[in-house]
T-cell receptor
Framework: NAGVMQNPRHLVRRRGQEARLRCSPMKGHSHVYWYRQLPEEGLKFMVYLQKENIIDESGMPKERFSAEFPKEGPSILRIQQVVRGDSAAYFC??????????????FGPGTRLTVL | GENVEQHPSTLSVQEGDSAVIKCTYSDSASNYFPWYKQELGKRPQLIIDIRSNVGEKKDQRIAVTLNKTAKHFSLHITETQPEDSAVYFCAWGDGQNFVFGPGTRLSVLP
């Protein structure tokens, strides 16, 4: 049973470009969470999705950031017109479809975004 | 809003000593309290968790205790080893929210 997959593992973008980060949850998991982690800092919640639904996007910046989790395929975090401050590690986590957000979240290896 | 305080932010112990990290939460409805370990450059991984109907849980050298009245829970690591060096995050969930603490950097000195 493969764990949470994320790709790419490393992504370099120039200012103004778009970044697309992909996350495939563990098999059987229908809940996906995205977190951002700056160097030497904690995990900052961004968005919580279920298939075809955004459940909680209270941690997402209002502009340039969007997320989706389509019926088929991976969840995607999209950052438009990237700026240097977007440089961070972006972790995706998934959990099984039970009891909302009171279950273990399984983390992917992360995507390290560097904006030049 | 909901939050969790975690102390200390950094902790250094001698190999073989015990380490204790404490988290305080604010939401009375919290019912799930996990602890994650993140080694440098790696993903966070669950090391132990506890639910609100239990006061203590132990797994070899690691234990978690929960005080619902005082709204705090603690991670205890005994007989620390160099490979325990990492950042440890507490978290809590109440079915609607899931919040991570700011982390504790544990260094185990040989």
């Amino acid at each position: 049973n493969a764990g949470v997959m994320q790709n790419p593992r490393h992504l370099v973008r120039r200012r103004g470009q778009e970044a697309r980060l992909r996350c495939s949850p563990m098999k059987g998991h229908s809940h996906v969470y995205w977190y951002r982690q700056l160097p030497e800092e904690g995990l900052k919640f961004m968005v919580y999705l279920q298939k075809e639904n955004i459940i909680d996007e209270s941690g997402m910046p209002k502009e340039r950031f969007s997320a989706e989790f389509p019926k088929e395929g991976p969840s995607i975090l999209r950052i438009q017109q990237v700026v240097r401050g977007d440089s961070a590690a972006y972790f995706c986590a998934s959990s099984p479809p039970a009891s909302g957000r009171s279950n273990e979240q399984f983390f992917g290896p992360g995507t390290r975004l560097t904006v030049l | 809003g909901e939050n969790v305080e975690q102390h200390p932010s950094t902790l250094s112990v001698q190999e073989g000593d015990s380490a204790v990290i404490k988290c305080t939460y604010s939401d009375s409805a919290s019912n799930y309290f996990p602890w994650y370990k993140q080694e440098l450059g790696k993903r966070p991984q669950l090391i132990i968790d506890i639910r609100s109907n239990v006061g203590e849980k132990k797994d070899q050298r690691i234990a978690v205790t929960l005080n619902k009245t005082a709204k705090h829970f603690s991670l205890h690591i005994t007989e620390t080893q160099p490979e325990d060096s990492a950042v440890y995050f507490c978290a809590w969930g109440d079915g609607q929210n899931f919040v991570f603490g700011p982390g504790t950097r544990l260094s185990v000195l040989p």
